[in-house]
């Protein structure tokens, strides 16, 4: 365990494999002004003008988001009514609110939650250098700041992290990681440390980059290397109990046959981060755990580098794996597999994407068992643009069928899954980060700056929301309000923004 850390008070769903993926500054005024300039300005399909599109009505109760990607499965994609719809997306009002951090990441939410002796609906985010925040969702105040132990050791250096925090689902704390290779517990009354626990031996060299994620009283999180994959470090699960922090378990994508946390040193291989935007991907229906790594030796027997993974609902065993038939043309060109989480479609198909352009549709079943599988894929399509996938796909259900959504540096498309195939929708040339599905609209954050609101259907563009460039931030949207952090963690900045847009 570590020291507790400073605690500043400054104010007052679900995704399955095997069936069926369930989806269970001050206010600008002028914002919805200089969107609808910025479209009028811009012949686009990503700025095209509002058409007739079925608006979602407003929710009755109100809802949480509780971990990056809505659900344990990473769905992205959420049937909640949000109180937005393609009629008033146009007239948000956009508060840019200061912290002292940039939040290269997503933010949750949890509504009317005790905070400060007060009832407060908040956000809750984690900066590069391992501060975490409680923010009220009316009025962008601080509520409270957690700064770890040992922070002015890291700030402004090398060492970061790009997780994002996820709630427990009593609404009474939050779990987010650190530059310092540390897993807590938060209280959400005040943002004590109620646990703190290491998953890494060696945090200089191996970094918490995934979002964290929690099923069945368990925090879930992955580990990866920092830019340049310096050695050494090993891509690791680590399994916490939620209640105590134990470390119950820790799978190994490198020696796999060691079930402990290892000196990074003392494995004979390097690399095979778990660095994808989604992390460990949960299956609702059996707690299975799915990981893609990035580069670093494979064998088929304890070293999984460029694989995509099942493991145990513990962690314990490999179900299931799958690599490419070039996995060592693959290691050898820095095209880690593992640049993008897999995603569970439902019906027993999962898709890979990685840094060599490629989407790979997968009949699971077929990569079941501990025997090593190459190759293999069920079909193989090209990114939006043909270039690197860093993002995680967004995937909606609906009444009658499944959607694919996703966004690389130079493009944005959509599928649908048809007779056991990905067939294309629509496609644009406007990139983006991980695409977000709330209220029955497509939210896409360009790095470059803006976010883009879309019907999800036809591709066509409703507003660019202004806003300024990023890296890995994606949006969040719930009750009314949309969460935006802006900034790159690569700057090594110890300020940032998080954007809230609100129809008052």
């Known amino acids: 365990m570590a020291k507790r850390g400073d605690v500043e008070t400054t104010g007052s769903g679900e995704g399955s494999v095997h069936g069926r993926l369930g989806i269970p500054g001050r206010s600008v005024a002028a914002c919805a002004v200089a969107a609808a300039l910025l479209c009028s300005a811009t012949a686009s399909p990503g700025c095209a003008e509002p058409g007739p599109v079925q608006a979602s009505q407003p929710s009755d109760s109100l809802h949480d988001w509780m971990r990056f990607g809505w659900d344990v499965g990473r769905s992205s994609a959420s049937t909640a009514a949000t109180g937005i719809t393609a009629a008033d997306v146009v007239s ?57 132990p040992g922070y002015d050791s890291w700030a402004g250096t090398y060492r970061i992290t790009t997780a994002t925090p996820v709630a427990d689902p009593d609404r009474q704390y939050i779990y987010a990681a650190g530059p310092d290779g540390y897993v807590r ?37 992955t580990t990866g290397g920092y830019i340049g994959d310096r050695p050494p470090y090993q891509g690791h699960v680590a399994i916490l109990d939620a209640a105590s922090g134990a470390l119950l378990h820790v799978w190994n994508s490198l020696c796999s046959d060691r079930r402990e946390l290892m000196d990074p040193a003392s494995c004979r291989a390097s690399d095979s981060a778990i660095w994808g935007r989604a992390g460990a991907v949960v299956d609702s229906t059996t707690g299975d755990i799915f990981v893609a790594t990035g580069n670093g030796p494979w064998n088929g027997r304890d070293n999984w580098g460029d694989a995509t993974l099942e493991l145990a609902p513990d962690a314990t065993r490999i179900l299931g794996n799958y690599t490419p038939a070039n996995t ?11 640049s993008t989480s897999p995603v569970l479609l439902g019906g027993g198909l999962v898709a890979q994407g990685g840094k060599d352009g490629k989407i790979r549709l997968l009949r699971w079943a077929q990569m079941s068992g501990t025997a090593p599988h190459k190759g293999g894929e069920l079909q193989v399509v090209s990114t939006p643009s043909g270039t690197d996938l860093f993002t995680a796909p967004a995937v909606l259900h609906t009444g009658t069928s499944t959607w694919m959504f996703a966004a690389d540096n130079g493009g944005t498309a ?30 896409v954050y360009d790095p470059h700056g803006g976010l883009r609101v879309y019907d999800p259907e036809s591709g066509r563009g409703l507003v660019v929301l202004v806003c300024g460039p990023g890296h890995w931030n994606s ?11 802006e900034g790159n963690a690569n700057r090594h900045a110890t300020s940032g923004v998080l954007d809230i847009w609100r129809l008052k």
């Open 475 to 485: 949006p969040i949207v719930a009750d009314g309000r949309i969460a935006l952090p």
């Open 414 to 443: 959509a599928w649908v899954l048809q007779g056991g195939r990905l067939r294309p929708r629509w496609h644009n040339r406007h990139g983006g980060t991980s695409p977000v599905v709330a209220g029955g609209l497509l939210y």
């Open 185 to 221: 517990k938060l209280d959400v009354r005040d943002g004590h440390a109620v646990w703190s626990t290491a998953i890494t031996r060696l945090p200089r060299r191996e970094k918490i980059a995934s979002p964290l994620n929690w099923f069945r009283g368990r925090v879930i999180a």
């Open 92 to 148: 948000l009002h956009r508060q840019q609110v200061q912290i002292d951090g940039t939040v290269d990441a997503s933010a949750i939410y949890l509504h009317a939650v005790r905070v400060g002796g007060a009832t407060h609906d908040a956000f809750f985010v984690t900066t590069t250098y391992g501060k975490t925040l409680a923010i009220d969702a009316d009025s962008g105040t601080v509520l409270w700041r957690y700064t770890p």
């Open 328 to 338: 060592d043309e693959l290691d050898r060109t820095d095209a880690d597999l593992g």
